[in-house]
């Protein structure tokens, strides 16, 4: 049996990535969201709740952890960034591993990892080709501050803790362009996928 060919799908804040990770899932490719885990761990009777309400009692209101205030509470903070990644790091892995045991049964040749900060944790290593999606900066921000509850402290403050677009493309095994109407964005994607199918 050929071996499973595992694909990070990477890129800043407002680049498009949910977009694209939609994209890879209408092209019959199965993906695994590692934000959608954390809505998981975060959400009442998640495994998360608990060991944060230790941490951070202020950020568990009703029984599940309040995404906003914990952002808050950690933001620009190494220390507190810290504290929380060593509760959901494992956590995540755990669900990670579920996701792949699932996929090998299913015969999957290429699987999707949908993770926002692949460079930033040193990742990039645990995949077999990376892919970025990406788009000018001005076009970046606009989308980034029409989203709801976003301040333009709050989007500096998340940049700061991101690996430039420059460097994430550098390092990228392909870059997907989202500064263009999504059907060219989606013919981007079909092609990667042919390439992917020969790699």
Same mark, same amino acid.
Request: glycine share 6%; net charge negative; hydrophobic share 45%.
């Given at each position: 049996?050929? !071996?499973?060919?595992?694909?990070?799908?990477?890129?800043?804040?407002?680049?498009?990535?949910?977009?694209?990770? +939609?994209?890879? *899932?209408?092209? %019959? &490719?199965?993906?695994?969201?590692?934000?959608?885990?954390?809505?998981?761990?975060? /959400? $009442?009777?998640?495994?998360?709740? @608990?060991?944060?309400?230790? %941490?951070?009692?202020?950020?568990?209101?009703?029984? !599940?952890?309040?995404?906003?205030?914990?952002?808050?509470?950690?933001?620009?903070? @190494?220390?507190?960034?810290?504290?929380? @990644?060593?509760?959901?790091?494992?956590?995540?892995? %755990?669900?990670?591993?579920?996701?792949?045991?699932? /996929? =090998? %049964?299913?015969?999957?040749?290429? &699987? &999707? #990892?949908?993770?926002?900060?692949?460079? +930033?944790?040193?990742? $990039?290593?645990?995949?077999? !080709?990376?892919?970025?999606?990406?788009?000018? =900066? $001005?076009?970046?921000? !606009?989308?980034?501050?029409? *989203? +709801?509850?976003?301040?333009?402290?709050?989007? =500096? /403050?998340?940049?700061?803790?991101?690996?430039?677009?420059?460097?994430?493309?550098?390092? /990228?095994?392909?870059?997907?362009?989202?500064?263009?109407?999504?059907?060219?964005?989606? @013919?981007?994607?079909?092609? #990667?996928?042919?390439?992917?199918?020969?790699?």
């Amino acid at each position: 049996m050929s !071996k499973m060919l595992v694909v990070g799908l990477t890129g800043s804040i407002g680049m498009g990535k949910s977009t694209v990770a +939609e994209m890879f *899932r209408q092209l %019959q &490719v199965t993906v695994h969201d590692i934000d959608a885990d954390v809505h998981k761990l975060y /959400a $009442e009777g998640g495994a998360a709740v @608990e060991p944060i309400r230790a %941490q951070f009692p202020e950020a568990v209101v009703d029984n !599940k952890v309040d995404r906003a205030r914990l952002s808050k509470m950690v933001l620009g903070n @190494e220390v507190e960034i810290r504290k929380l @990644e060593a509760i959901t790091h494992p956590l995540l892995g %755990q669900g990670r591993a579920d996701f792949f045991a699932a /996929a =090998e %049964q299913q015969g999957a040749r290429i &699987v &999707v #990892l949908d993770v926002p900060l692949i460079f +930033e944790t040193g990742g $990039e290593k645990n995949f077999d !080709k990376i892919v970025v999606v990406s788009a000018p =900066e $001005e076009v970046q921000r !606009k989308r980034v501050l029409a *989203r +709801e509850g976003m301040t333009a402290e709050k989007f =500096e /403050a998340i940049l700061a803790r991101q690996v430039p677009d420059a460097e994430k493309r550098r390092q /990228a095994d392909y870059v997907i362009n989202t500064n263009c109407p999504k059907e060219a964005t989606l @013919e981007q994607v079909r092609a #990667l996928l042919e390439d992917l199918k020969h790699a």
